[in-house]
């Protein structure tokens, strides 16, 4: 029986040779669920769940919803248990990948991966519902910063999180189609490496500790909230 874990490593593989350029970045909240997956590509974000063998149906119709509120397109990857019966589960613009062991290579739409075989059965289509202004919060605020850099806007440095993201929506809202150029590349282009180190240099020079009655650093605050 394939579980989550065995089908993760395997099928970033196949999705980068199905689409050439992507990064992936794992387990990120929407909504009220959880994206297992999120691959960028150029202009657009996938949102993709995986349904193991071990896994069942309880929660994907809310996941759905959500995934259908925060990507240009979504796939669902089952293990075999489920390849029968999935489309039934998800709608008609949600692609599908199937999964099983397997030792002979495909070719086309399938791909052989180890001892892991998937296969396209469905092709992603655009997901009517998408929204992109749900999608401007999976960036981190040093990113945010580079996008007020080139739309020439204010730094606002006392600004929440959320209230930036209002600010850029004002702003890009007659052009959204760069916005999602824009946000795509910039997850293209995120350096963890980067921002451990930031953290790490910061925690050398400053005591992390908090004196009675003070309040925490608001620099610290800013890189922990850039972190998530």
């Keep these: 029986m394939l579980k989550d874990k065995d089908i993760r490593e395997p099928l970033f593989m196949f999705l980068e040779e199905q689409y050439g350029k992507v990064r992936i970045l794992e387990e990120k909240m929407m909504g009220r669920s959880r994206a297992d997956v999120i691959m960028v590509i150029e202009n657009e974000l996938i949102g993709i769940e995986i349904k193991s063998d071990a896994d069942t149906y309880v929660r994907l119709s809310r996941q759905v919803k959500d995934y259908d509120c925060y990507f240009d ?3 669902i990857v089952v293990g075999t248990s489920h390849a029968t019966h999935v489309k039934e589960h998800v ?3 949600w692609g599908i990948i199937t999964v099983e062991e397997a030792e002979d290579a495909g070719d086309g739409d399938t791909g052989n991966m180890g001892n892991l075989d998937f296969y396209f059965y469905r092709r992603p289509e655009v997901n009517p519902d998408a ?3 749900k999608r401007l919060p999976f960036l981190w605020r ?3 910063n580079q996008l007020l850099l080139k739309y020439e806007m204010p730094a606002y440095a006392y600004l929440s999180k959320p209230k930036v993201i209002e600010k850029i929506l004002l702003k890009r809202a007659d052009d959204l189609e760069e916005l999602k150029h824009d946000i ?10 980067a921002m451990l180190k930031e953290i790490e240099e910061y925690r050398a020079t400053h005591s992390t500790r908090r004196r009675r009655g003070r309040k925490k650093s608001t620099r610290v605050r800013a890189i922990r909230r850039a972190a998530k």
């Design 73 to 75: 397109r979504n796939i």
């Design 91 to 93: 709608p008609e613009h």
């Design 131 to 133: 929204d992109i202004t």
């Design 142 to 144: 040093s990113e945010l």
């Design 184 to 193: 795509s590349e910039l997850l293209f282009e995120r350096d963890y490496d």
